[in-house]
Structures are given as C-alpha cells and as structure tokens.
C-alpha cells in the first residue's frame, strides 16, 4: 500500500509539473484555407506528453472532418502537428464557427492534462447514466438487454455498439423514464445491475452515483468503446490479420496491413498500415497506440489511389524503448489490425428515423430478432423528440438480406421512415439489386468497408460498469 501510494504521489507531482510546463508554452493553433488548394491546413505545436497526438486527432474526428494527408513531428519535449482536413464532401472547412471551436479547443490548457487524457472527452452529465456492457455477443442479444432496460423505467437516449468477431462492446446512456432525468437512487442502480448480470450470464461491476455527483463522468463513447475492446483479453484477429475464420479478399477493399520493424539507428520502432481509408481511420489508430502506452515521435499520413491509406509512425514506448522482442511486436501488429477493423462491419446498413417514445429501441431490436437478422454495429440516438437509428444488420450465416425481410420490417415498425443506406451484399448481383430498390432502398456510398463475412454464434455477454 505504501508503494502505490508513493507512485499515486509521483504522478500527481508529475501532473503538476506538466500544467506549470504547459502554462509557460501555451498551444499553438494556425488554421489555414489558403495554403492547401484543396483543403484547411491545422498546425498545432505544444508541449509534448504521451495521449497529446490523440487529444488533438479526437476534436477534428468528433467534428466530422476528413484527415486527408498529415504528418507529426517532435523535437526533444515540443511537438508540431500538421493536418490537411475536409468536410465530409472533400470542401475546405470555411465555417467561422466551426474554426472558432477548433482553436479554442485545442488551445485550452486543460484539454491536454492527463488527468483529463487518461478519460477522452470526460463532462459531467446530469442528463443520462451510463451503462457499459463488454464481453462475447449471441444473436438477439440487445433486444434482450433493451427490454430489460424498458421494463426497469429506463429510456435510452444514446447508444453505440460495435462486434468484432466474438467479441462485442456497447455503451448505452439511459435516463429515468419518468423524469427525464439521469438515474441517482444507488438502489435502483443496483437492482438494474444485477437484472442485467442475471440476463447476460456475467459478473456485475458498478460505480454508482448521483447525476451530478463527483462519480458522474460521461466518457466519449467512441474513445471508451476502443478502450473496453482493448482491454478485453481476447483481441480476436487471427494471424496474418484477418478476422479469425474469414478468408483474405483479393477482389475487395485493400485488407488491413501491419508492418513493425526495428530502427535501430534512431532507437525507434517504425509501424507502417495499409488500409482502406475511411472516416476516423487516424483516431481509431492512435487511440490503441496511446493505449498500449506508445508515444508518436514521427509520422506521416496520406490517402492513396485506389482508396487506400498509408500511416507511416516511429514509435517508442513511454519508458523511451523501442519494441523489444517478438511477442510484443505481433501483440503491437494484432491490436492495431484490432482497433481499424472493429468500427468496420458488413451487411445491411439501415436507418430508423421516426418519433421518439419509451421502447422504441426495444421494439426495433425485437423486431431484428424475429426476423432472423443480427446486428453487427448500431448507432442509437435520440434529440428533440425524434430518434435517429442507424443499423448494420445480416443473416446470421452472412447471407443476403432479401428485400421481402426489409419490406416486412417496414411494415412491422409502422409510422418510421425506414432508409437502406446500403445493401452491399447486392453489390454483385443485379436482381437483388432491383429487389432492394423495390423495397425503398436506394443506396448510398458506404463508408465503412467490407471486411467480415462469417459469423460464428455468440455466447457469453457481461455487464462490466454501470455509473451516472
């Protein structure tokens, strides 16, 4: 006890030394739409510290801005990023408020403690509790957990969940029914926590407290969904890269490729990816460096031809050492396959869109499950009295959805604006195709690629945290 306190004590002394650093090398921001052709050019030079690269990419991703080309550079313990960033239509970002956020954001000194790096994006939250939820999915598996968050009173107001081979992660926010509220009464909490322990065939783990209590921290649900699925023992990426039983796929998007190799010359680690680019590529990336506690000295990112990408990173750890040995090398290599892949997932992407009320989300699963379709990734949210849904379904054997299971579930869910958004399973096939347009189902580019098409059944799930 007395050694963990002396390094609690460390750190402290550490945290305090790097904002006393920081305050006297304040950030600096330079946005510029001029010196590109084709895109806003971001500079930010600071002080370095390990998760600082990270900080920065999260802001431009959580705006929804495509990195097109960047590099990273540090000298000593000062670094220089630079970011050639679009909008989602590849224009220049010339939004005066949208300018004013990103240099205020990254020049504000406390976005870079680490007390604040260690929990990406951390607000108190009056409005929601949050439940997390991790482990190996089944089939049906949030229809189940939504309807038991239904019958307790609970309203879900956000979620986001992802799969990637066994293994499934999920960050649902809730507020009390009733009050529209987040849920303090630690009872009520702990009776949700074991309804869901008992439905899920796991162990409970829970940090209760009130909405605006010292215990209630929102974490950016992307930035902890990559953490719960780092933490998972099981990374779940066969050798060689590919999801664990899927073949490799010479005639679609380029497959993820590691490469880690010694630069002995420099004491670096040098890391090289090849990927198919996509939104959030370079957040999805630096998020499990940080968390396997590398620091980015050097780096280089671009898109290629042909719709690939191209990171280029030397590396060392934050004790100062390249990578050591082989194992760590191929943990290094597996996680990163890990962290590109798991945003991704193949199959039907279909959007809810329609008028908020209690157990919508219940209902809209329930329907999935009976018929017989598996939900891959969701994104669940809910503003203003109407709920935004986006699904990414499939057959549990990764056979076509029909357009006659679509219509049907338009037909089961009623007064919803139902959207296929892409149906790439049709992609090859011309009468399916047309069956999809029949359905009401124009589609649209899908970003997130094609990388998995074997499901294997899901088992065991478990609640890991549940807090407010």
């Known amino acids: ?41 971001i500079r930010v030079d600071s002080v370095n510290s390990h998760g600082t690269l990270l900080a920065v990419v999260q802001v431009i991703a959580d705006l929804n801005l495509v990195i097109r080309k960047a590099y990273f550079s540090s000298d000593g313990n000062w670094f220089m990023d630079v970011f050639n960033v679009t909008d989602r239509d590849g224009n220049k970002v010339l939004d005066a408020s949208t300018i004013s956020y990103i240099q205020k954001t990254l020049e504000a000194d406390d976005w870079y403690y680490p007390e604040a790096r260690n929990t990406v994006g951390i607000v108190p939250s ?13 089939p049906g598996l949030l229809s189940e957990v939504c309807a038991v968050l239904t019958a307790m009173g609970c309203a879900v107001q956000s979620a986001e969940l ?25 009872a009520r909490i702990a009776d949700i926590s074991a309804r869901l322990g008992n439905l899920l065939r796991g162990q409970s783990d829970v ?6 209590g010292a215990g209630s921290l929102a974490l950016h649900k992307e930035r902890r969904l ?12 066969g050798v060689g890269g590919h999801a664990a039983g899927a073949p490799a796929n010479s005639d679609g998007p380029p497959r993820t490729e590691v490469s880690v190799t010694p630069c002995a010359e420099r004491g670096y680690t040098a890391v090289v990816v090849r990927c198919r680019d996509r939104p959030k590529l370079l957040f999805d990336t630096m998020c499990t460096i940080t968390d396997m506690e590398y620091v980015v000295h050097h780096g280089t990112v671009s898109a290629e031809p042909g ?6 990173y030397y590396i060392r750890h934050v004790d100062g050492h390249a990578v050591r040995c082989d194992d760590e090398r191929q943990r290094l290599v597996r996680c990163l396959e890990a962290a590109i892949e798991r945003r991704t997932a193949e199959g039907l992407e279909l959007e809810v869109r329609t008028g908020d009320r209690a157990g919508l989300l219940s209902d809209i699963t329930r329907i ?32 076509p959805v029909e357009a006659k299971t679509i219509e049907a579930i338009r037909a089961q869910i009623g007064e919803a604006t139902l959207r296929v958004k892409n149906n790439p399973f049709a992609s090859g096939d ?11 189902a124009g589609t649209t580019a899908f970003i997130f690629g094609n990388l998995f098409k074997f499901y294997r059944p899901f088992q065991s799930f478990s609640l890991i945290k549940l807090y407010s």
Do not use: C
């Open 226 to 237: 990559h953490q719960m699925m780092f933490d998972d023992r099981g990374v779940g990426v």
């Open 368 to 399: 999935f499950r009976e018929n017989g379709l598996t939900i891959r990734r969701a994104e669940i949210s809910s503003s203003g009295g109407e709920a935004v849904d986006t699904f990414y379904l499939s057959d549990p054997q990764g056979l």
């Open 162 to 186: 992802w799969t990637h081979n066994t293994l499934v992660a999920a960050v649902v926010q809730v507020s009390d029914a009733d009050t529209g509220g987040a849920i303090e009464d630690a």
């Open 430 to 440: 011309g009468a399916a195709r047309k069956d999809a347009d029949v359905a009401g």
């Open 207 to 212: 940090r209760a407290g009130g909405g605006s």
């Open 1 to 41: 006890m007395a050694f963990m306190a002396a390094a609690a004590a460390r750190m402290d002394d550490q945290d305090e030394y790097a904002k006393l650093v920081r305050r006297m090398n304040p950030p600096r921001v330079v946005i510029d739409s001029e010196a590109s052709d084709d895109a806003t050019v």
């Open 307 to 312: 719709g690939g990408a191209y990171q280029e």
């Open 126 to 138: 009056e409005n929601y509790t949050s439940i997390e939820l991790t482990g190996t999915d089944r």
